[in-house]
């Protein structure tokens, strides 16, 4: 259980244009699913958390109008990188955590790999 | 932003050792949870623990939370070559649902 999937796993892309990932989650309902960021061989850099039915609530440093969340449902989150520059490649990752009471384990999906050309 | 501290950096150990990795904190944390990710891949779930003094095992894996609620440890016994990749714990605070993460512990296994 608890199977948290991602698409694309690999995008690669031309400087200036726009790139939608998606986060679902298979088996679960998730009211909260959250988008980091991964560098090589660093940890992992939270960006935003999504909330079902609300606006994101972004980290200090992560602009809002660039990294654009939309989490239309409890099953899916999506992260779209607006007018894509070099910089932005890297290792994206979604979680979620289920609406369980008491818990907020989250569970990571398999990340995509950004190349921004 | 907050990290947690985790060590070592890596290890490089014989097939069949023990292995023991840390994370520590300044800050209590409400929830401890230790990961593994391999390249090219999500972190995936080792053990979660949500009580201070939990002692937790998942096959030859055991990890606690301490009793502080600031520090958390993994042990993994008799390592196996497909142990190999980067442990990463992680902390969530009381009231919050973010995860703080430690720098992450690169495992290398020799055979």
């Known amino acids: 259980g608890a199977v948290v999937s991602q698409h694309p796993s690999r995008v690669i892309c031309k400087s200036g244009t726009s790139v939608k990932i998606e986060c679902r989650s298979l088996?679960?309902?998730?009211?909260?699913m959250f988008w980091y960021r991964q560098f090589p061989k660093k940890s992992l850099m939270l960006m935003a958390t999504s909330n079902e039915g609300s606006k994101a609530t972004y980290e200090q440093g992560v602009e809002k109008d660039k990294f654009l969340i939309n989490h239309a449902s409890l099953t899916l989150s999506t992260l779209t990188v607006t007018s894509a520059h070099p910089e932005d490649s890297s290792f994206y990752i979604c979680?979620?955590?289920?609406?369980?009471?008491?818990?907020?384990?989250?569970?990571f999906g398999p990340g995509t790999r950004l190349t921004v050309l | 932003g907050q990290q947690l501290n985790q060590s070592p950096q890596s290890m490089f150990i014989q097939e069949g050792e023990d292995v023991s990795m840390n994370c520590t904190s300044s800050s209590i944390f409400n929830t401890w949870l230790w990961y593994k990710q391999e390249p090219g891949e999500g972190p995936v779930l080792l053990i979660a623990l949500y009580k201070a003094g939990e002692l937790t095992s998942n096959g030859r894996l055991t990890a606690q939370f301490g009793i502080t609620r600031k520090d958390s440890f993994l042990n993994i016994s008799a390592s196996i070559p497909s142990d190999v990749g980067i442990y990463f714990c992680a902390g969530q605070q009381i009231g919050g649902n973010k995860l703080v993460f430690g720098a992450g512990t690169i495992l290398r296994v020799k055979s």
């Open positions: 979680s979620a955590s289920p609406r369980l009471a008491g818990t907020d384990t989250q569970y």
């Open positions: 088996d679960f309902q998730a009211t909260t």
